[in-house]
């Protein structure tokens, strides 16, 4: 599928439980269940293809599996060398959390990706893996993939990041949970916590205080996960922006995380003036609940504090920014440009495109709100560039091209986009 071209909707009123599960806690769950003593359990897993990558390299490694195309069960006998490569397909978060799991593991294991994930940098994780003592290599002496990683025996850590990244931070406690003392990790605002909140649900020494992390070691095996992955905000929030900028509309995402660190994206269409209510269900590892988006006229916010909580909602915050009254401005997302692409310049390419004033900054973007334009956008191999530009097409049609890469997150996207507009493939 090369090209798709969206056509304007009118008023519409959705309700839907069909939310792609999160892809965050998915990844997670089943590396985690190789920590486990028992038989891990995950209903609503992400099967989409950087998910189901992880879900192949916990195979590789030794993990037994269980799938009936509902649940998943995975039992593991410890982590074993793989004689495959072990391939992340596009995902960061995979090779970086993989990183962290794999470094103390015996054995040598070889992780790689797709064309753009490797030349993604990685040197992020494994310069403060190799300050403990992980044996790990690469292209670009350890920071292009394929990486190769040895395991080896970690020396405990105080490590005080400069960047808040989920990704960084997850492995870092991977790697803490098979040192040789007491680790922390300290880093510079909060960033996505689900590592620690499931982690400390099966039985790690985790503890959390203020912007420090705490990690003891493993004494023994942790409990198996027995967990239901909620609906991924990020994804959820394609269809809240495709609310908010079409005049009339009401939607209703059900079974959502309402995670703080991961909703912040909602809070800020909530302060450009869009109308959202949230009402949880359901708190065991994760707050879940829904979130319903009504239309209401949008004025211009800056968005400077918490971004790692919606770094990945950015693209699609922009379409809503594009839509409203005055001039948004982004700041302090440096970490845009090492996404799946250089997101800060794809987005301001594409809004460019659709007529739309827009000023690029090293770290952010400034956009001037005013009438969106049909346009030919290409997402470059990026997923949520793609999803963005898509539902800007709701405001006024838009063709946009390189779609394959939106199976990595988002496989149904379409089909629940087809319950509010025309479609067409070309």
Excluded at 100 to 113: D, K, M, R
Excluded at 114 to 124: A, E, G
Excluded at 182 to 189: D, S
Aim: charged content about 25%; aromatic content about 6%; some cysteine.
């Amino acid at each position: 599928m090369s090209l798709v071209e969206v056509f304007p909707a009118k008023p519409f009123s959705l309700k839907t439980s069909e939310i792609a599960p999160d892809k965050s806690i998915s990844h997670r769950s089943v590396m985690f269940a190789m920590l486990a003593d028992g038989v891990s359990t995950i209903d609503n897993f992400l099967r989409a293809e950087d998910t189901l990558n992880s879900l192949e390299i916990v195979k590789n490694l030794g993990a037994e599996v269980e799938d009936d195309g509902k649940t998943i069960k995975i039992s593991s006998n410890g982590i074993q060398e793989s004689f495959e490569v072990l391939d992340c397909g596009n995902s960061g978060t995979g090779m970086r959390l993989f990183c962290g799991l794999l470094s103390s593991a015996n054995g040598h294991f070889v992780l790689t990706g797709d064309k753009y994930l490797r030349r993604r940098p990685m040197k992020r994780v494994a310069e403060p893996l190799k300050s403990i003592g992980a044996k790990i290599d690469g292209r670009d002496n350890g920071n292009l993939a394929p990486l190769s990683i040895r395991g080896a025996s970690l020396k405990a850590f105080n490590y005080d990041s400069k960047i808040a990244s989920a990704q960084v931070k997850s492995c870092m406690i991977l790697a803490a949970l098979r040192a040789d003392g007491v680790c922390t990790y300290t880093e510079p605002e909060l960033s996505r916590d689900h590592t620690e909140r499931m982690l400390k649900g099966m039985g790690a020494g985790i503890e959390v205080e203020g912007l420090t992390t705490t990690i003891r070691p493993m004494e023994k095996l942790l409990s198996p996960l027995s967990i239901r992955v909620p609906a991924d905000p990020s994804s959820a929030f394609f269809f809240a922006v495709a609310a908010a900028i079409t005049e009339g509309s009401d939607v209703t995402l059900e079974g959502v995380t309402l995670n703080p660190t991961r909703i912040e994206a909602f809070k800020a269409l909530e302060r450009m003036g869009a109308d959202i209510t949230y009402t949880m269900t359901d708190n065991k590892y994760e707050p879940i609940g829904d979130i319903r988006i009504k239309y209401a006229p949008l004025q211009a916010i800056t968005v400077e504090d918490n971004i790692s909580w919606l770094i990945d909602e950015l693209p699609a915050l922009s379409i809503a920014m594009a839509c409203a009254e005055g001039e948004s401005i982004v700041k302090n997302a440096e970490e845009l440009r090492v996404k799946e692409s250089d997101r800060i310049s794809t987005v301001v390419e594409g809004l460019h495109a659709c007529g739309i004033e827009v000023d690029e900054y090293e770290d952010g973007y400034k956009v001037k709100g005013g009438t969106l334009q049909k346009a030919k956008v290409d997402s470059d191999g990026d997923h949520r560039i793609a999803m963005s530009f898509i539902i800007a097409g709701l405001k006024c049609g838009m063709e946009v091209t390189d779609l394959d890469c939106i199976n990595t997150s988002f496989p149904n996207f379409f089909e629940i986009l087809q319950k509010i507009t025309k479609v067409e493939f070309k």
